[in-house]
Structures are given as structure tokens and as C-alpha cells.
């Protein structure tokens, strides 16, 4: 069986392009065990677990905490499941979210910011069950706002979108609708905040 794609609008000089399927005979498939990849998933987890109580034992527990599983699964993940360096991401994560006092953010501690519209998190999730967080660039000026308020409202909404991630999920989409951006829109200082933040 051969196949023609053509489009109309293609120069009839370039050459035919013809697709042919192999047979069936040459199909491969993989099956993954996932029970023993939950295992050894589970594995690295207790072992990270047991690593930042042993070596960070200061470090605060709980949600965020030093043994918050499904925080260190992420970064677990987010390290290709290297041990050694989800510990090291993993403890300056908490040590920055100590130091940041992310715990001590909420709604009323970014209102007057988050009244000028420049960022929001979305009322719905988009069509891949992810949080939306939008920012709107033309209603930033960093020469009349706060940097550390809008450093700090950046964080909430972080939160507040991951906070709303579907179980099984682990990502949000953020949105920057750049109509109506100008160079007093533009801020170096909040864009170096924001790729050390999130890295």
C-alpha cells in the first residue's frame, strides 16, 4: 500500500513522498512492571527520608517538610532519582522556603498586589487538568510597586496553583500575556527572582 501526501499549495517539483508501513511481524512492545517501580520508587524515598533525618534533623516536618513523601518523590523525579542530589535540591528547597516564610503567605499578605491584576491564578483548570496562573506583563511597573511584595505574590499564587493540582498531576501551566508590554513593564530584577525561585 503506498500513500501520496501532497499539499496544494507544495511546488509539484519537490519529489513524492511515499509511506509504506511495515508489517506487523516487526512491532516491538515494552511492559514495565509498575509494582516494582512503585517499590523501588517507595525505596529511594525512605532512603532520602532517612538521609535528611540524619544529616538535616533541623529541617522542619510535615507538608514541605523534610519527610513530605510526595515532595520528595518530585524531586526525586526532577533529579532522574539520583539520591545524593534530591538531598541537595531538596534541602535548599526547604532551607529557601524557610527563609521566604512561604508558610506565612496568604490572601490578605498579597491583597493590595494581587489587586493590581498583574497575576492570578485561574478559577479552572485547563483541558489537561493543570492550574492556570496567568500574568498579565502591561499591568507590572517596578518603578511604582514593591519588589519584595511582588516577589512575594509571585510565591502565593505558586502555591495557590499547586495547591490546586489534581492527584497525579505535577504541573501547572503558567500564561504571560505579553499585549500592551513596554519597557516600564519590563523588570530584570523580578525575572531573576523568579528563574532562582523556581530552580
Not at 179 to 194: P, S
Request: one cysteine or more; glycine letters at 4%.
Amino acid at each position: 500500500m503506498a500513500m501520496r501526501l501532497s499539499h496544494p499549495l507544495r511546488p509539484s517539483s519537490l519529489p513524492q513522498f511515499q509511506f509504506r508501513p511495515k508489517s506487523l511481524s516487526t512491532c516491538k512492545f515494552s511492559i514495565q512492571n509498575r509494582i516494582s517501580n512503585s517499590d523501588n520508587s517507595r525505596k529511594l524515598v525512605m532512603e532520602v527520608k532517612e538521609k535528611l533525618e540524619k544529616d538535616q534533623h533541623s529541617l522542619p516536618v510535615g507538608r514541605n517538610g523534610r519527610d513530605d513523601e510526595d515532595m520528595i518523590l518530585w524531586f526525586l523525579k526532577d533529579r532522574k532519582f539520583s539520591v545524593e542530589d534530591a538531598v541537595a535540591k531538596l534541602t535548599k528547597a526547604i532551607k529557601w522556603r524557610q527563609e521566604f516564610g512561604v508558610s506565612k503567605l496568604h490572601e490578605e499578605s498579597v491583597r493590595i498586589v494581587a489587586g493590581t491584576g498583574k497575576a492570578y491564578v485561574h478559577d479552572f483548570l485547563d483541558v489537561n487538568d493543570r492550574p492556570v496562573l496567568i500574568v498579565v506583563a502591561s499591568k507590572h511597573f517596578p518603578a511604582m510597586q514593591d519588589p519584595i511584595e511582588d516577589e512575594k505574590l509571585c510565591v502565593f499564587l505558586i502555591e495557590k496553583a499547586l495547591s490546586k493540582l489534581p492527584a497525579g498531576k505535577e504541573q501547572i501551566l503558567g500564561i504571560i500575556d505579553l499585549r500592551g508590554f513596554g519597557t516600564e513593564n519590563a523588570d530584570l530584577k523580578f525575572l531573576t527572582f523568579l528563574v532562582i525561585s523556581t530552580n
